[in-house]
């Protein structure tokens, strides 16, 4: 789907998200909730675990909804085996429902995990998309299994001269779901609306298992930059290799934006508090993780 | 005409549950309740059932596949017991507070530690507040129409809630006895068609599910809650007297009372030992001791008022425990049978036992021992002491 | 007892919660009608959907829900829109 036949169907469908939900000034996972809501439309069930998108309201308050479609609050630890039991009902009473969570890296690579990945062998028809924000940010920024190397988080602080920040490499979702053998698996990015729209149509066409999106998310306010660069930082997230877009359909790799003359990573790294202070070591060691990364993906797609 | 089989406990749950026809089941594999799971998938397969059946990762999934297949309208069933009851704590007091009505058998099983895998009741008592409907059987055939009471109960409109039926494992779960099978269309006549209208994740008639809520309104649920466990216990003695009247067997409802008219002395027991215990009230009662037993039947909500009006005329009684409450010193029965006397304004003397702790035996001698001492409790209102049956020195 | 509620449940059936995410503005978007090529990038990347596209095509910023974030003018190829502080006394 190229720009204007993108813009075309977000102008004709419509938003399914409360116009007013207390997300943080330019928050991407926002735009990322409400482009994925619009092309789900309304035969959908989604599913919103503790996290960002379920503290700022999509749930809702009370009496009142967030949203206009049915909308739910699984546990963190649980939203993939809920959803495989709502789409169990609907597919036994022969109604065709998109049921399809909308889940943080914590509940999705740490604790909701089990579930996922029993979901996926299983091969419940639902989907699940998860919004990488690299860590706990709805409870101020505590590391997740998802929060990439050397970052700041509050529970993996700074000293003064420099020291600290996560010991551990990022968690590579979108390849262990990949190596699930799903019929469908893509990462997505909020800068790349176009391709996201396509992945997602793909998406709800599928009906022989489980598909899982990634999504990765700078935050604004955990990871330290301003509101009006959040798509921008989205963008240089894949021109630098760090979050590639891709996919993969049963099996078969595909590149959706050439690998080749990525931006130096340090032009991403650099303009994030959370990794203010790694110095030009740590930065190349991130940058040769991401070197490697993307080469098994070219071959991974050259297959 | 109804069939009659021997079959353990377990293949006991698993029909009655068939039986009332649940459209998705979820369960994990844990001893002593694997067989249920077994006998289930295999009916599916033999096509004697039309369910579909998610064989889950845990126990945690068991509970969040049932609860969201109930959200958006199915009838339910799982089981589980001891730890993998542990692990859906989560899910499981959820399914409570959303008004789920899942049906859940718990072959019981004693908490680890120290390693452990026989039966008793520690695992579904510890969560008792969890907000679920609670009955523990005695025998197969009440597991079997427990099972299609327990559908009805759940379901019905003022009630709204989830269900454990509860059984000693191996004592139940893997000891075969006679048991009747109800014809399929009489169940299907007490078992109506389940049509949510509470709750439901439905694309046509849009609503959220678990909204941020405020206090005021969180209390008033748990009000509704409370008041809806309250509706379950006159229910559930309707509910047996309908089913003696179409099945043509009772159990006495909430509780059973068994040669309590007369007693001066009372045993209160739960679950498989009270056959035993039965047993040894009729040999009591031929060497001239005026016993009874009161058999706790639904442990939530509690019968506390009928327990108390079995108990009152009573020169003394005993709470025969197969579980501990720790803090108390005693088993969790005595304690909830002690709130119910002091409610009723009685004081009675009175004897906590322990006994049958991690699948021991609890014998006939274990219970001639507590009529006995129950006996010489008369007129000792102020002295408290846990006995334990099975310990030489009975731990007194 | 009074109930506040109908229900005996937690369900949210009475239509949606919107938070006057407006009120937090403490920038806002202008647009320059004669630069803007309509190119709907504005309008794509819109985090709260506060820009709206007509039926002859051009955008409109609508300022219900705005919060100001300012990414409609980052993004804008040709810098039709530029960001404006919210003045004390303004709506």
């Not at chain 3, 609508?62 to 190829?77: L, N, Q, S, V």
Request: aromatic share 8%; with cysteine.
């Amino acid at each position: 789907m190229n720009q204007r036949e993108t813009i075309e169907l977000l102008a004709r469908s419509e938003d399914q998200i409360s116009p007013g939900i207390s997300a943080c000034v330019g928050c991407n996972v926002e735009l990322t909730l409400r482009t994925c809501m619009q092309v789900m439309g309304p035969n959908t069930i989604f599913a919103i675990p503790p996290g960002c998108m379920g503290g700022v309201g999509v749930v809702g308050w009370d009496k009142q909804s967030g949203a206009k479609i049915p909308v739910f609050f699984p546990l963190l630890d649980n939203p993939a085996s809920m959803l495989a039991g709502i789409k169990m009902h609907y597919d036994r009473i022969g109604e065709d429902v998109n049921v399809v969570a909308f889940a943080g890296d914590g509940a999705s690579v740490d604790c909701g995990f089990q579930a996922l990945s029993g979901a996926a062998e299983r091969g419940d028809k639902i989907i699940y998309i998860c919004y990488d924000n690299e860590g706990y940010m709805n409870t101020g920024y505590q590391r997740s299994g998802s929060t990439t190397k050397g970052a700041w988080t509050s529970t993996t602080p700074v000293s003064k001269d420099g020291r600290g920040g996560k010991k551990q490499n990022k968690k590579d979702m979108p390849m262990i779901m990949a190596m699930h053998d799903l019929p469908y698996m893509a990462t997505m990015s909020p800068a790349f609306i176009p391709d996201m729209v396509t992945k997602l149509e793909k998406a709800k066409a599928v009906k022989s298992g489980l598909v899982y999106l990634h999504v990765y998310n700078p935050c604004v306010t955990g990871w330290g930059f301003k509101s009006d660069e959040s798509i921008e930082l989205c963008r240089l997230s894949v021109e630098t290799n760090y979050a590639p877009l891709f996919e993969v359909e049963n099996g078969k790799f595909t590149l959706n934006r050439s690998l080749d003359n990525p931006k130096p990573l340090a032009d991403f790294i650099k303009r994030f508090k959370k990794f203010r202070h790694l110095g030009d070591e740590e930065i190349a060691a991130l940058q040769e993780l991401c070197d490697s990364k993307a080469e098994r993906l070219k071959n991974l797609a050259s297959l | 005409m109804s069939k009659v089989q021997v079959m353990n406990g377990n293949m006991a749950a698993a029909i009655g549950a068939a039986m009332c026809r649940p459209d998705i089941i979820a369960a994990y594999p844990i001893t002593p309740q694997t067989p249920i799971v077994e006998y289930l998938a295999d009916f599916v397969i033999d096509g004697k059932l039309d369910a579909s059946v998610s064989e889950v990762e845990s126990e945690l999934s068991a509970m969040s596949v049932v609860t969201g297949a109930s959200l958006a309208g199915s009838r339910v069933f799982t089981a589980s017991a001891s730890q993998g009851l542990s692990l859906m704590y989560e899910p499981y007091f959820r399914a409570s507070t959303l008004r789920l009505p899942v049906v859940m058998a718990v072959a019981n099983r004693e908490m680890i530690s120290p390693q452990t895998l026989w039966g008793g009741p520690q695992d579904t008592l510890s969560v008792r507040d969890a907000g679920w409907l609670q009955i523990y059987c005695e025998d197969n055939q009440e597991i079997l129409d427990t099972m299609i009471m327990a559908f009805r109960l759940a379901e019905d409109k003022n009630v709204l809630l989830p269900i454990n039926v509860c059984f000693d494992g191996f004592y139940l779960s893997h000891m075969a006895e006679r048991v009747e099978i109800p014809e399929q269309e009489d169940v299907d006549a007490f078992v109506p068609k389940y049509v949510p209208e509470h709750i439901k994740l439905d694309p046509k008639k849009p609503m959220a599910v678990d909204p941020l809520t405020n206090g005021y309104l969180l209390a008033e649920y748990r009000l509704k809650h409370m008041m809806a466990q309250q509706n379950a216990l006159k229910l559930i003695d309707e509910i047996d007297e309908e089913y003696e009247k179409k099945f043509g067997r009772s159990y006495g409802g909430a509780i059973e009372e068994y040669k309590c008219e007369d007693a001066d002395y009372i045993i209160v027991t739960m679950g498989s030992m009270t056959g035993v215990a039965k047993d040894r009230v009729d040999a009591a009662r031929a060497a001239g001791k005026k016993v009874g037993l009161v058999k706790v039947r639904i442990v939530r909500p509690f019968p506390g008022d009928k327990i108390a009006n079995a108990l009152k005329n009573c020169k003394a009684f005993g709470v025969v425990d197969r579980n501990v409450s720790f803090g108390w010193n005693t088993g969790i029965i005595y304690e909830e049978v002690c709130a119910a006397m002091f409610r009723n304004n009685l004081l009675i003397p009175n004897v906590p036992f322990i006994a049958g702790l991690g699948g021991e035996d609890v014998t006939g001698e274990h219970f001639d021992y507590a009529i006995d001492t129950v006996i010489a409790q008369e007129g000792n209102a102020d002295k408290h002491y846990t006995v334990w049956l099975n310990r030489e020195d009975k731990g007194i | 007892m009074k109930y506040v509620s109908d229900y005996i449940v937690p369900i949210g059936p009475e239509g949606l919660k919107i938070v006057n995410t407006g009120a937090w503005r403490t920038r806002y978007p202008v647009m320059d009608t004669e630069k803007c090529v309509k190119c709907g990038m504005c309008f794509m990347y819109c985090p709260v959907r506060a820009i709206i596209r007509k039926e002859d095509g051009s955008y409109e910023i609508t300022f219900d829900y705005c919060k100001g974030c300012g990414i409609c003018a980052r993004e804008c190829r040709v810098k039709a829109i530029a960001m404006e502080n919210v003045k004390e006394g303004d709506e």
